[in-house]
Protein backbone atom coordinates (compact mmCIF):
# COMPACT_ATOMS: atom_id res chain seq x y z
CA UNK A 1 0.00 0.00 0.00
CA UNK A 2 1.76 3.18 -0.95
CA UNK A 3 0.69 6.45 2.02
CA UNK A 4 1.62 9.48 -0.72
CA UNK A 5 4.22 9.24 -3.04
CA UNK A 6 3.75 12.98 -4.63
CA UNK A 7 5.71 15.96 -2.39
CA UNK A 8 3.85 17.91 0.86
CA UNK A 9 5.54 20.89 2.94
CA UNK A 10 7.20 20.35 5.98
CA UNK A 11 9.91 22.73 8.31
CA UNK A 12 13.07 21.68 7.34
CA UNK A 13 16.16 22.09 9.28
CA UNK A 14 19.02 22.07 6.64
CA UNK A 15 22.32 22.90 9.15
CA UNK A 16 22.20 23.73 12.84
CA UNK A 17 19.85 26.61 13.36
CA UNK A 18 18.85 27.22 9.39
CA UNK A 19 15.10 26.62 9.11
CA UNK A 20 12.84 27.21 6.13
CA UNK A 21 10.04 25.22 4.34
CA UNK A 22 10.56 22.42 1.98
CA UNK A 23 8.87 20.13 0.23
CA UNK A 24 9.50 16.23 0.55
CA UNK A 25 8.15 13.24 0.55
CA UNK A 26 6.75 10.13 2.17
CA UNK A 27 8.25 5.92 1.36
CA UNK A 28 5.46 3.29 1.01
CA UNK A 29 3.18 2.86 4.21
CA UNK A 30 4.41 -0.17 6.28
CA UNK A 31 1.68 -2.46 7.63
CA UNK A 32 1.80 -1.52 10.84
CA UNK A 33 1.63 2.59 9.98
CA UNK A 34 -0.54 5.05 10.19
CA UNK A 35 -0.82 8.40 7.20
CA UNK A 36 -2.13 11.31 8.44
CA UNK A 37 -2.91 14.68 7.39
CA UNK A 38 -2.03 17.36 9.72
CA UNK A 39 -4.09 20.06 10.68
CA UNK A 40 -1.77 21.82 13.39
CA UNK A 41 1.72 21.21 15.03
CA UNK A 42 2.20 22.40 18.30
CA UNK A 43 5.48 24.07 18.77
CA UNK A 44 7.66 22.99 22.01
CA UNK A 45 9.75 26.48 22.23
CA UNK A 46 12.61 24.72 24.11
CA UNK A 47 13.02 21.28 22.89
CA UNK A 48 12.42 22.67 19.38
CA UNK A 49 15.24 24.98 19.95
CA UNK A 50 17.90 21.70 21.26
CA UNK A 51 16.73 19.73 18.46
CA UNK A 52 17.42 22.56 15.62
CA UNK A 53 20.49 23.81 17.09
CA UNK A 54 21.83 20.46 17.40
CA UNK A 55 22.05 20.01 20.75
CA UNK A 56 19.51 17.59 21.76
CA UNK A 57 20.97 15.18 23.67
CA UNK A 58 18.44 12.07 24.01
CA UNK A 59 19.56 10.29 20.18
CA UNK A 60 21.05 11.58 16.95
CA UNK A 61 19.15 13.62 14.84
CA UNK A 62 21.08 14.13 11.37
CA UNK A 63 20.61 17.16 9.56
CA UNK A 64 18.42 17.86 7.53
CA UNK A 65 15.87 17.14 9.70
CA UNK A 66 12.00 18.14 10.26
CA UNK A 67 11.90 19.06 13.93
CA UNK A 68 8.38 18.80 16.25
CA UNK A 69 7.00 15.91 18.06
CA UNK A 70 3.14 16.94 18.27
CA UNK A 71 0.78 16.99 15.72
CA UNK A 72 -3.10 16.81 15.38
CA UNK A 73 -4.67 15.79 11.77
CA UNK A 74 -7.07 12.98 9.80
CA UNK A 75 -6.31 9.63 9.29
CA UNK A 76 -5.93 9.08 5.37
CA UNK A 77 -4.39 5.75 5.16
CA UNK A 78 -3.67 2.52 7.24
CA UNK A 79 -1.48 -0.51 6.78
CA UNK A 80 -2.66 -3.98 6.59
CA UNK A 81 -2.33 -4.89 10.07
CA UNK A 82 -3.38 -1.52 11.81
CA UNK A 83 -6.05 -1.86 14.38
CA UNK A 84 -6.37 1.13 16.19
CA UNK A 85 -7.55 3.61 14.56
CA UNK A 86 -9.09 4.03 10.86
CA UNK A 87 -9.28 6.55 7.76
CA UNK A 88 -11.46 9.48 8.20
CA UNK A 89 -10.34 9.81 12.18
CA UNK A 90 -9.25 12.86 14.22
CA UNK A 91 -6.53 11.78 15.69
CA UNK A 92 -3.29 13.23 17.68
CA UNK A 93 0.49 11.53 16.67
CA UNK A 94 3.80 12.17 17.92
CA UNK A 95 6.75 10.53 15.99
CA UNK A 96 6.49 10.09 12.20
CA UNK A 97 8.68 8.03 10.28
CA UNK A 98 9.47 7.02 6.38
CA UNK A 99 10.40 10.38 5.34
CA UNK A 100 12.78 10.18 2.35
CA UNK A 101 14.55 13.42 2.15
CA UNK A 102 14.90 14.44 5.41
CA UNK A 103 15.63 12.85 9.08
CA UNK A 104 12.64 13.12 11.64
CA UNK A 105 13.77 14.61 14.45
CA UNK A 106 10.68 13.23 15.76
CA UNK A 107 8.97 14.85 12.19
CA UNK A 108 5.58 16.43 13.75
CA UNK A 109 6.00 19.98 11.83
CA UNK A 110 4.88 18.42 7.98
CA UNK A 111 1.82 18.71 6.62
CA UNK A 112 1.36 15.12 5.90
CA UNK A 113 3.36 12.22 7.43
CA UNK A 114 3.18 8.63 8.57
CA UNK A 115 3.60 7.15 11.42
CA UNK A 116 3.53 3.87 13.45
CA UNK A 117 0.96 2.66 15.01
CA UNK A 118 1.26 3.01 18.68
CA UNK A 119 2.50 6.87 18.37
CA UNK A 120 -1.06 7.40 17.23
CA UNK A 121 -3.84 8.19 19.51
CA UNK A 122 -7.64 8.97 19.14
CA UNK A 123 -8.44 13.16 19.16
CA UNK A 124 -12.02 12.95 18.35
CA UNK A 125 -14.44 15.13 20.40
CA UNK A 126 -10.83 17.80 21.07
CA UNK A 127 -10.41 20.86 18.56
CA UNK A 128 -7.53 20.12 16.89
CA UNK A 129 -5.99 23.40 17.41
CA UNK A 130 -5.77 21.81 21.22
CA UNK A 131 -4.89 18.68 20.83
CA UNK A 132 -2.14 19.53 19.15
CA UNK A 133 -0.34 20.41 22.08
CA UNK A 134 -0.92 16.94 23.13
CA UNK A 135 2.96 15.95 24.33
CA UNK A 136 4.32 19.49 25.93
CA UNK A 137 0.51 19.08 28.19
CA UNK A 138 1.12 16.02 29.07
CA UNK A 139 4.58 17.03 30.42
CA UNK A 140 2.76 19.57 32.81
CA UNK A 141 0.23 16.82 33.59
CA UNK A 142 3.05 14.65 34.40
CA UNK A 143 4.45 17.34 36.68
CA UNK A 144 1.29 17.92 38.07
CA UNK A 145 0.59 13.79 38.96
CA UNK A 146 4.00 13.82 40.94
CA UNK A 147 2.54 16.04 43.70
CA UNK A 148 1.70 13.65 46.77
CA UNK A 149 0.42 16.81 48.81
CA UNK A 150 -3.11 16.98 50.85
CA UNK A 151 -6.32 18.45 48.30
CA UNK A 152 -6.15 22.17 48.86
CA UNK A 153 -2.27 22.49 49.57
CA UNK A 154 -0.28 25.09 47.52
CA UNK A 155 1.60 24.79 44.22
CA UNK A 156 3.82 27.11 43.18
CA UNK A 157 4.62 26.83 39.70
CA UNK A 158 8.38 28.43 38.45
CA UNK A 159 8.07 29.01 34.19
CA UNK A 160 5.30 31.34 32.19
CA UNK A 161 5.62 28.64 29.04
CA UNK A 162 3.77 26.20 27.71
CA UNK A 163 4.55 23.07 30.28
CA UNK A 164 3.92 25.28 33.05
CA UNK A 165 1.06 26.72 31.90
CA UNK A 166 -0.64 22.73 31.47
CA UNK A 167 1.10 22.07 34.77
CA UNK A 168 -0.41 25.11 37.13
CA UNK A 169 -3.49 23.61 34.92
CA UNK A 170 -3.25 19.98 36.01
CA UNK A 171 -2.45 20.98 39.23
CA UNK A 172 -5.69 22.71 39.71
CA UNK A 173 -7.86 19.96 38.14
CA UNK A 174 -6.56 17.61 41.00
CA UNK A 175 -7.29 20.10 43.49
CA UNK A 176 -4.79 22.21 44.70
CA UNK A 177 -4.20 26.24 45.02
CA UNK A 178 -1.76 27.28 42.30
CA UNK A 179 0.65 29.79 41.75
CA UNK A 180 2.16 30.21 38.61
CA UNK A 181 5.39 32.68 38.61
CA UNK A 182 6.76 33.80 35.60
CA UNK A 183 8.92 36.81 34.02
CA UNK A 184 6.67 38.33 30.82
CA UNK A 185 4.01 40.35 31.69
CA UNK A 186 2.23 39.59 28.35
CA UNK A 187 2.56 36.03 29.05
CA UNK A 188 0.93 36.38 32.53
CA UNK A 189 -1.50 37.90 31.66
CA UNK A 190 -2.72 35.04 29.21
CA UNK A 191 -2.40 32.87 32.21
CA UNK A 192 -4.36 35.08 34.26
CA UNK A 193 -7.31 35.01 31.65
CA UNK A 194 -7.59 31.28 32.46
CA UNK A 195 -8.23 31.79 36.37
CA UNK A 196 -4.65 31.03 37.30
CA UNK A 197 -3.04 33.17 39.92
CA UNK A 198 0.49 35.00 38.74
CA UNK A 199 3.70 37.07 39.84
CA UNK A 200 5.93 38.32 38.22
CA UNK A 201 9.11 36.86 39.31
CA UNK A 202 11.48 40.00 38.93
CA UNK A 203 9.18 42.28 41.21
CA UNK A 204 7.42 39.06 43.58
CA UNK A 205 9.40 38.78 47.39
CA UNK A 206 10.67 36.03 48.79
CA UNK A 207 7.99 36.90 51.45
CA UNK A 208 5.04 36.77 49.16
CA UNK A 209 5.73 33.69 48.09
CA UNK A 210 6.17 32.22 51.17
CA UNK A 211 2.84 33.76 52.52
CA UNK A 212 1.62 31.77 49.92
CA UNK A 213 2.22 28.27 52.16
CA UNK A 214 3.46 25.91 49.28
CA UNK A 215 3.59 22.47 49.75
CA UNK A 216 4.90 21.98 46.30
CA UNK A 217 6.93 23.81 43.23
CA UNK A 218 6.77 22.76 39.45
CA UNK A 219 9.93 24.02 38.46
CA UNK A 220 10.12 24.49 34.66
CA UNK A 221 12.92 26.93 34.97
CA UNK A 222 15.65 25.11 36.16
CA UNK A 223 18.34 26.85 37.43
CA UNK A 224 20.26 28.45 40.65
CA UNK A 225 18.07 31.75 40.12
CA UNK A 226 15.02 29.93 40.37
CA UNK A 227 15.90 27.84 42.77
CA UNK A 228 16.95 30.65 45.64
CA UNK A 229 13.75 32.53 44.40
CA UNK A 230 11.41 29.37 45.45
CA UNK A 231 13.22 27.01 48.13
CA UNK A 232 12.63 29.14 50.92
CA UNK A 233 8.84 29.08 50.19
CA UNK A 234 8.47 25.19 51.05
CA UNK A 235 8.37 23.86 54.50
CA UNK A 236 11.05 21.79 56.11
CA UNK A 237 10.43 18.82 58.09
CA UNK A 238 11.44 20.85 61.38
CA UNK A 239 11.42 24.18 62.36
CA UNK A 240 14.46 25.68 61.61
CA UNK A 241 14.10 28.07 64.62
CA UNK A 242 13.38 25.31 67.45
CA UNK A 243 14.05 21.74 66.37
CA UNK A 244 10.73 20.58 69.32
CA UNK A 245 8.26 22.31 66.65
CA UNK A 246 7.30 19.66 63.59
CA UNK A 247 5.99 21.55 60.12
CA UNK A 248 3.01 19.89 58.47
CA UNK A 249 4.48 17.74 55.75
CA UNK A 250 7.71 18.11 53.83
CA UNK A 251 8.08 19.99 50.61
CA UNK A 252 8.86 18.88 47.06
CA UNK A 253 9.98 20.26 43.54
CA UNK A 254 9.13 18.64 40.89
CA UNK A 255 11.83 19.08 38.26
CA UNK A 256 9.79 19.54 34.98
CA UNK A 257 11.73 19.35 31.04
CA UNK A 258 14.69 18.66 28.99
CA UNK A 259 17.86 21.02 29.76
CA UNK A 260 20.94 19.84 27.43
CA UNK A 261 24.71 20.95 27.95
CA UNK A 262 25.72 18.96 30.64
CA UNK A 263 23.51 20.65 33.09
CA UNK A 264 25.36 19.05 36.60
CA UNK A 265 22.76 20.83 39.73
CA UNK A 266 19.99 23.01 39.14
CA UNK A 267 19.85 23.53 43.39
CA UNK A 268 21.81 23.24 46.50
CA UNK A 269 22.08 20.19 47.93
CA UNK A 270 22.63 21.32 51.13
CA UNK A 271 19.31 23.09 50.96
CA UNK A 272 18.04 20.10 49.97
CA UNK A 273 19.07 17.79 52.67
CA UNK A 274 18.52 20.67 55.74
CA UNK A 275 15.07 20.78 54.53
CA UNK A 276 14.07 17.14 53.54
CA UNK A 277 12.80 18.28 50.37
CA UNK A 278 11.67 15.86 48.03
CA UNK A 279 12.52 15.59 44.30
CA UNK A 280 11.42 14.45 41.44
CA UNK A 281 12.85 14.60 37.62
CA UNK A 282 10.15 13.94 35.37
CA UNK A 283 10.40 14.06 31.37
CA UNK A 284 9.65 12.67 28.09
CA UNK A 285 5.78 11.05 27.13
CA UNK A 286 4.09 7.45 27.84
CA UNK A 287 1.18 5.76 26.24
CA UNK A 288 -1.01 6.27 29.32
CA UNK A 289 0.17 10.23 30.42
CA UNK A 290 -1.00 10.94 26.93
CA UNK A 291 -4.13 9.25 27.27
CA UNK A 292 -5.15 10.56 30.15
CA UNK A 293 -3.93 14.39 28.90
CA UNK A 294 -6.21 13.97 26.12
CA UNK A 295 -8.99 13.12 27.95
CA UNK A 296 -8.57 15.90 30.18
CA UNK A 297 -8.39 18.08 27.09
CA UNK A 298 -11.58 16.14 26.11
CA UNK A 299 -13.29 17.29 29.51
CA UNK A 300 -11.73 21.22 28.55
CA UNK A 301 -9.26 21.14 31.21
CA UNK A 302 -6.70 22.41 29.36
CA UNK A 303 -7.81 24.91 26.91
CA UNK A 304 -4.38 25.92 25.72
CA UNK A 305 -5.70 26.83 22.52
CA UNK A 306 -6.81 29.75 24.39
CA UNK A 307 -3.75 31.35 24.83
CA UNK A 308 -1.42 30.20 21.96
CA UNK A 309 -0.28 31.81 18.68
CA UNK A 310 -0.99 30.37 15.86
CA UNK A 311 0.88 30.88 12.58
CA UNK A 312 0.13 29.98 8.70
CA UNK A 313 2.20 27.41 7.13
CA UNK A 314 3.97 29.62 4.84
CA UNK A 315 8.14 30.12 4.31
CA UNK A 316 8.17 33.64 5.77
CA UNK A 317 6.14 32.74 8.97
CA UNK A 318 8.05 29.43 8.88
CA UNK A 319 11.72 31.28 9.02
CA UNK A 320 10.27 33.84 11.70
CA UNK A 321 9.40 31.43 14.15
CA UNK A 322 12.11 29.23 14.35
CA UNK A 323 14.84 32.40 13.84
CA UNK A 324 13.39 33.57 17.00
CA UNK A 325 12.98 30.15 18.98
CA UNK A 326 16.81 29.20 17.85
CA UNK A 327 17.60 32.79 19.69
CA UNK A 328 15.71 31.91 22.64
CA UNK A 329 13.62 35.06 22.11
CA UNK A 330 10.43 33.79 21.00
CA UNK A 331 7.14 35.94 22.25
CA UNK A 332 4.47 33.34 22.72
CA UNK A 333 3.76 31.45 25.54
CA UNK A 334 2.06 29.01 23.25
CA UNK A 335 2.34 28.75 19.63
CA UNK A 336 1.39 26.69 16.51
CA UNK A 337 1.45 25.99 12.90
CA UNK A 338 -1.52 25.88 11.02
CA UNK A 339 -1.11 23.24 7.91
CA UNK A 340 -5.02 22.72 6.87
Known amino acids: MVACLQSFDAVVVTSPNKTGLHSISANELGENQVAIKTHYSGISTGTDRWVISGRFEWGSFGFPLVPGYQRSGLVTAVGSKVKTVSVGQEVFATASCNFKDATAGWGGHTSFGVCEEFEVFDAQGIPPERSAFGVVAQVGYNAASRITATNGSGVIVIGDGVIGLSGALSARRRGYRVLL ?3 HDSRLERVKSLGIDVANSQTTSRKFLQDFQASAV ?6 QEAFDLYYPALPAT ?7 IPRQGTGEIIYSGHRPDGVISWADMAHLQKQELTIHFVSGWTKARIQSTLELMRAGALPLEEIATTYNANP ?3 EKVFGKISEGKSPDLASSIFWK
Do not use: L
Open 181 to 183: VGR
Open 316 to 318: SNV
Open 238 to 244: WAAVDFE
Open 218 to 223: IDTVQN
